[in-house]
């Protein structure tokens, strides 16, 4: 294979296009839905592509694609390049800027952790409109429109070009009511109360199962009070609030609630805190967005409420926890 060696042989831009829809979705199929071509059409590209460069771009392997040391940084400088072109050509365009921001996520992230935050953003960016679609299937940004999405998944899953906001905890959560009842200072004392199930209807989210937790903690699971089962997470943490039962509560999701005192984590013991290995929120911009001023400047504010997010809001949780303790 022989190497480019003078500007009059830099690739087409279809072929640029095409490995950054592959690249960023890590899937030939994904890449031709977006660009309109098969799955055939975009492998084709992607080897005239590698052909004239002189090195591979991708490894593939079954059912699995995955970018090489080379293609990584290839992706890097050609992701910069599409977006100076846009940038350029947004600038050339008439007619005002698009001052509205179209979000996807997941119903959970969006009742528990973003909709309460939007509030500041309103107030610091009058001028911005967000549209927020919450919904738990998987959007094509570039197809439907959309500018950003907050997903909880995989680095795989993810891309390449997403960035990660944080990970997540589970530990058992209470209002501080129901607390005051009844101790709760070691797992065992949960054989007292209620336990409020999510059933995840399409068995996508096992860590925010009983039986897993318990599993995890290595303890054996102990017969509690009484069961509640719900198909919403948003349920389960209502019933929660309003000392139905203790709940496994998703941290930094239901922060505010520990915050305000809503919601207490009384066993933070590192140890009766679970979290998933591989799995983490992660914040991906549309190609077609990602220069544009409006989703820029959200972006960065959402970036800026995850860089927020530690330990203060545990600490004060156990705080609580402790005072109700002694109330008793």
């Known amino acids: 294979m022989q190497r480019m060696r003078n500007r009059r042989d830099l690739p087409a831009l279809d072929l640029l296009k095409a490995f950054e829809a592959a690249a960023r979705h890590l899937s030939f199929t994904k890449a031709g839905a977006e660009l309109f071509l098969s799955q055939s059409a975009v492998s084709r590209q992607i080897q005239q592509l590698e ?42 365009n008439a007619g005002s800027e698009d001052r509205t921001v179209r979000v996807t996520t997941t119903v959970t992230f969006a009742s528990l952790w973003l909709v309460p935050r939007l509030v500041h953003f309103q107030e610091q960016h009058p001028e911005i409109t967000v549209h927020l679609a919450a919904n738990n299937s998987i959007r094509d940004l570039e197809r439907e429109g959309l500018d950003v999405s907050i997903r909880y998944s995989t680095p795989h899953i993810a891309g390449p070009a997403a960035i990660k906001l944080f990970g997540e905890q589970v530990t058992p959560v209470l209002s501080p009511k129901l607390l005051a009842r009844r101790a709760l200072e070691r797992p065992e004392d949960l054989q007292h109360f209620v336990l409020l199930h999510y059933e995840d209807p ?28 719900f198909s919403h997470y948003d349920q389960v943490i209502r019933a929660a609030v309003n000392g139905q039962g203790v709940a496994l509560g998703r ?69 609580s926890a402790r005072q109700s303790s002694k109330k008793r």
Do not use: N
């Open 251 to 319: 941290l930094p999701l239901i922060d505010g609630s520990l915050v305000d005192g809503t919601l207490v984590a009384p066993l933070r013991d590192p140890r009766y805190a679970t979290h998933s290995e591989d799995r983490a929120y992660w914040l991906v911009t549309s190609g077609m967005a990602r220069t544009r001023p409006s989703v820029a400047t959200f972006t960065q504010w959402l970036l800026a409420e995850a860089a927020a997010v530690g330990c203060e809001p545990s600490q004060r949780a156990m705080s």
């Open 202 to 229: 399409e068995h996508t989210a096992p860590w925010l199962s009983w039986d897993v937790w318990f599993e995890v903690i290595r303890m054996k699971r102990i017969a509690p009070k009484g069961t509640l089962h």
């Open 51 to 92: 052909a004239q460069l002189g090195v591979p771009l991708f490894l593939r392997r079954t059912r699995t694609l995955l970018l090489t040391e080379a293609g990584q940084r290839y992706y890097r400088a050609v992701m910069q390049a599409l977006d100076g072109l846009r940038e350029a050509t947004a600038r050339l």
